[in-house]
């Protein structure tokens, strides 16, 4: 045996260990069972198989021996019958419940395979490290049940100790076991929850009929009982052991955790807030230009002079003689341009800038400088659009030195100052576009009184409503003409393009400063102005090239005056006149505007178309006073 089993082959887990017939049944042949006796099958005869994990179980305690009465020989009580059995008391904790499986045994379990109640020793004497024999329960598999009494040749028992108990096996043996002290494998079922066993391990001990519990049975010869193995990681696991022992990890110590994953996790968190923290200085940086205050870079003090034929050169010289006219009166008002003439107070201006104050409006005048005076009216002429006025009481005029128109050729930078919408000291640069361009401004009265004719300069400087006055000067800041007019895109030619505020296009006209030189002179030492005549009227009407002399005058008067310079030379009504001096006419407009050119007195070459010829005739201006 080994470890107090049988070391025969294993049942099979199919079936359960078969009861051991017995030759015969105790007590009827008159022999009694020995003790240890050996079977076929290489087992003890009479001894229960057991079907348990190879476990080793304690002993059990002794069993109380008996003396018997009156000097006889010691005696086992006998058993009790069956039918007392039956009757004994239950378990602790009343039958089971329906359904449940108690793990008393009970005369119809068919676990009971112990030692049937009320078998005895055939010597009524159970001795110490004897088993009892194994015999069927009565009642089952066709024995006779057991008489109930003392064993035969005995004198009755004073007591009888209740049988032993051994709980049956909860579950069919295992075909492939856990060895000992081995981790489960994975074909052990879970244990169900089993009693707690007394101390030493054996049952409790209950006595038939109710009565306090006897003593311990002997224990039971067998193997002594083996060292608790070594501790190991995990304890025995025993299914049939004591029930609620938790399961403890004892020989290896806590695992520390992982730093790689704080690490790693640290890392990527620490990347993310710099990227964030990275991108907004970033933004900010980029918005801003920089944490600091922006210090852009600048170049130092330099010199401020200029060449004096720069156009910063030549605005530095001419500046200071500039004027700004503001004008009202009579429910109207205006804005202009004038310059200095002389260090008296003179100021050469347009005519249709001062026309708004009459002869009683106010006239205030503002140097570039931001002083202001006030000014009256010297003179003015219509024929010409010029005026002159003159300030009293200021002292420091600059007054600007005068060039000479007839010594200007296409292309010459020029300079215009004014004060185009009330902007004052504006300066603008361009050229001289043309020379002797014939144009003609005014004529709001209807009867020509007020139109102008002006054998004008052209150039690109914008001029502007409100450049009317001003000065156009050369590369040597001298003035060479008077800014008039303008042709604006919506086809008017007025001295601010005729009508409305339209801008400038790049088609501006000035007075040449010869032919405002003479009439300034005029109107500052007479008051008036004398305009160049021949004695003619002309067809305004005629369409063909030329300018034609009318066959009739205003009011019904002879076209051609008597004792005038045209009459003197020849003229007749009707000649056409195609050239002055070699230089072209188109039409009548352009043949006053090269006339008023000149001066009175000055001697003209005309070219006369009569009768499909061409004549010439020399004719003296004569002069006529202007208005």
């Known amino acids: 045996m080994e470890n107090g089993k049988p070391t025969g082959p294993k049942q099979k887990w199919w079936s359960r260990p078969a009861r051991p017939e017995p030759s015969s049944p105790p007590g009827l042949d008159g022999t009694a069972p020995v003790p240890g006796a050996a079977v076929s099958d290489g087992g003890t005869a009479g001894a229960p198989v057991d079907d348990r994990p190879e476990y080793p179980l304690p002993p059990p305690a002794p069993t109380a021996r008996h003396e018997p009465v009156d000097g006889g020989s010691p005696s086992v009580p006998a058993a009790p019958s069956t039918e007392a059995a039956r009757t004994a008391p239950q378990p602790p904790g009343g039958s089971p419940a329906e359904g449940e499986r108690s793990p008393w045994p009970t005369p119809d379990d068919p676990r009971s395979e112990g030692p049937a109640a009320g078998a005895s020793s055939p010597a009524g004497l159970r001795g110490e490290g004897t088993a009892p024999a194994a015999r069927p329960h009565p009642g089952q598999d066709g024995e006779p049940a057991a008489a109930a009494g003392p064993a035969s040749g005995g004198a009755p028992p004073l007591y009888e100790p209740p049988p032993l108990y051994e709980p049956p096996p909860l579950y069919e043996p295992d075909e492939h076991p856990a060895p000992p002290y081995a981790d489960p494998g994975p074909w052990a079922p879970a244990p169900s929850v089993q009693h707690s066993a007394g101390a030493g391990g054996a049952p409790p001990h209950h006595p038939a009929g109710g009565g306090l519990p006897g003593p311990a049975p002997a224990p039971l010869p067998g193997p002594p009982p083996q060292a608790a193995p070594p501790a190991e990681q995990w304890r025995q696991y025993d299914p049939w052991g004591a029930s609620g022992a938790p399961l403890i990890r004892t020989g290896e110590p806590p695992r520390r955790k992982s730093r790689r994953g704080t690490a790693f996790a640290g890392g990527l968190l620490f990347a993310l807030l710099a990227g964030v923290l990275g991108g907004g200085v970033g933004a900010y940086l980029e918005r801003n230009g920089g944490i600091t205050t922006v210090e852009l870079p600048q170049a130092g003090p330099e010199n401020t002079d200029r060449a004096p034929g720069s156009v910063a050169g030549i605005a530095a010289s001419s500046l200071p003689g500039v004027v700004t006219l503001h004008v009202s009166g009579g429910g109207e008002q205006g804005t202009g341009t004038g310059f200095v003439l002389d260090a008296q107070g003179h100021i050469l201006t347009n005519n249709h800038v001062v026309s708004p104050a009459g002869s009683s409006g106010d006239i205030s005048v503002t140097f570039s400088g931001g002083e202001t005076a006030r000014a009256t009216l010297v003179g003015k002429d219509s024929g010409y659009d010029l005026a002159v006025v003159k300030v009293r009481g200021v002292s420091g ?44 401004a005014g004529g709001e009265k209807g009867d020509g009184s007020d139109i102008s004719y002006v054998d004008a300069l052209q150039t690109d400087a914008p001029i502007n409503p409100g450049n009317s006055g001003g000065p156009l000067v050369d590369s040597k800041a001298r003035v060479i003409g008077i ?83 045209a009459a003197e030379a020849g003229i007749r009504p009707g000649d056409v006149i195609t050239e002055v001096d070699g230089q072209r006419v188109h039409n009548g407009e352009e ?37």
């Open 591 to 627: 043949l006053i505007v090269k006339i008023r050119a000149h001066r009175p007195g000055d001697r003209l070459e005309l070219t006369v178309l009569r009768g499909g010829g061409e004549q010439t005739r020399v004719v003296t201006l004569g002069s006529q006073t202007g208005s």
């Open 483 to 565: 800014n008039s007019a303008i042709r604006a895109a919506d086809g008017g030619s007025g001295p601010d393009s005729g009508s409305g505020q339209a801008g400038s296009i790049g088609l501006g006209f000035a007075i040449p400063i010869n032919q405002g030189k003479r009439v300034a002179e005029e109107l500052i030492n007479t008051g008036q102005a004398t305009h160049p005549v021949i004695g003619v009227s002309l067809d305004m009407q005629y369409s063909g090239d030329g300018a034609r002399v009318g066959e009739k005058g205003k009011d019904g008067a002879p076209s051609v005056t008597a004792g005038g310079p």
């Open 397 to 440: 005029l600059r007054p600007l030195p005068l060039g000479n128109s007839d010594n200007v050729r296409v292309g010459d930078p020029v300079v215009a100052i004014g004060a185009p919408f009330d902007l004052q000291n504006t300066v603008t640069a361009g050229i001289i576009s043309a020379k002797e361009r014939p144009i003609t």
